[in-house]
């Protein structure tokens, strides 16, 4: 019997994960069906309690959801508690398990795809929402030499850091120091807002990473202008899909081809 799988968000049918799940089950030999799910604001629980009803196995979470289905799950994973949301749900004899694999995608994308090192590097995390909360544990589990968390409101940043033993967070004004790796985890990039970075943060060889894909934000303009490496959030994409895949099917797929075809689309 093939096994139903979805991603469920509000909107979705822009999402790109049916084409990544699907290409990973070819490669891989695995019967599913991985579909886009479309919940009302108002009704996210229904609607996954619903696909459970319907033999569902298990679904990717999206915008606005993640922290509602942090909420529902029966079960979290540390990384999952961590981030404080749920991207990733499995349901097995009628409990729901969470976890989030945001986190470990962009780890796997910036050290294995961009080939770039984050053990005992100074690391840069701009921002202070669900994004950013949700990639400082699997940064810090590789052990920078220092992760600096930066907000334009340095109080959310601050309570962020507190959160996490390892940071140290401050607002663009008190900004110093050069980094070796510069994260965008704000949503400027999808309105071309331009970030207040003071002059020196990119360092030599820095590689400046940006969550968001398909787009030349106003961050990735000044990160080239400063003479950095530059990398947009697609391999992220990929290679959390992967690990949600791994955590359902128990088979790690080769996250290169389907790469490679979502970039050549």
């Known amino acids: 019997m093939t096994d139903r799988y979805a991603v469920v968000g509000n909107p979705i049918a822009h999402s790109r994960s049916p084409q990544i799940h699907t290409l990973f089950a070819a490669q891989t030999d695995q019967d599913l069906r991985y579909e886009t799910l479309l919940a009302p604001l108002d009704a996210f629980a229904a609607t996954v309690r619903g696909f ?11 915008v606005p959801f993640k922290e509602q289905a942090f909420r529902l799950a029966d079960t979290l994973t540390p990384r999952a508690r961590a981030a404080g949301a749920v991207n990733t749900l499995s349901f097995t004899d009628g409990r729901i398990a969470g976890d989030n ?42 052990q920078p030499a220092q992760l600096a ?19 140290n967070a401050c607002d663009f ?12 985890a704000t949503s400027a990039g999808l309105s071309d807002a331009e ?11 820095c590689l400046a990473y940006e969550m968001v894909y398909g787009k030349q934000t106003a961050f990735l303009n000044q990160a080239r ?5 530059c990398a947009d959030g697609l391999g992220m994409l990929v290679e959390q899909a992967a690990e949600a895949f791994f955590v359902w099917r128990g088979i790690r797929p080769d996250t290169a081809p389907v790469l490679k075809t979502l970039r050549s689309a």
Do not use: M, W, Y
């Open 101 to 142: 694999t945001d986190g470990a995608g962009l780890v796997a994308d910036i050290t294995h795809n961009l080939g770039t090192a984050i053990a005992a590097r100074r690391v840069l995390l701009i921002g202070a929402g669900g994004a950013a909360r949700g990639v400082i544990l699997p940064l810090l589990e590789q």
């Open 52 to 62: 459970i009803a319907a033999g569902g196995a298990g679904l990717n979470v999206t």
């Open 195 to 205: 970030l207040p970075l003071p002059p020196g943060i990119f360092a030599t060889g």
């Open 225 to 229: 202008s400063a003479g950095a490496r």
């Open 173 to 184: 004004a008190t900004l110093a120091g050069a980094f070796d790796l510069v994260i965008n």
């Open 149 to 167: 968390l930066v907000n334009r409101t340095a109080d959310k940043a601050v309570a962020l850091a507190q959160a996490f033993a390892g940071c």
